[in-house]
């Protein structure tokens, strides 16, 4: 199963490390049969994001978490799409899954046109325990 992880679901694996997004980042790495896909501007986000002051994560967390895709993960430069998005920084995470035909997990399904290969975290996790 091929997949791309929005920022929100980074995010919120790092803040609450027993959470459903923790699990999927968990799944990576324990040979589940999961591909991580992601594009060189995704991974530029994530550490961005992942450094924000606000958040008060630990360093060596941002470096496990950024390590974990990089060396879980296939990074391609997929195509630009031009499909209308509500947030056009967005545009990367559907056009990796797209292109990588993996399902997009989100915690914001309202950012993205309604297709069955975009999911939220909680949808994933009860789509992957069917197979």
Known sequence: MNIVLDTNVIISA???PHG???KIIDML???NNIQLYY???ICVEYT???SRPRL???ADVQ???IETIKETGVL???PLTEIPLPDESDRIFYDTAKASEAMLITGNLKHYPIEDWIVSPTQFLETFSKN
Do not use: D
């Open 76 to 78: 391609i430069n997929p």
């Open 56 to 58: 008060k994560l630990a």
């Open 14 to 16: 790092a803040l609450s």
């Open 39 to 41: 594009g060189y501007e």
């Open 48 to 50: 961005k994001v992942l």
């Open 20 to 22: 459903n997004c923790a």
């Open 63 to 65: 470096f496990a978490i």
């Open 29 to 31: 790495t324990e040979q």
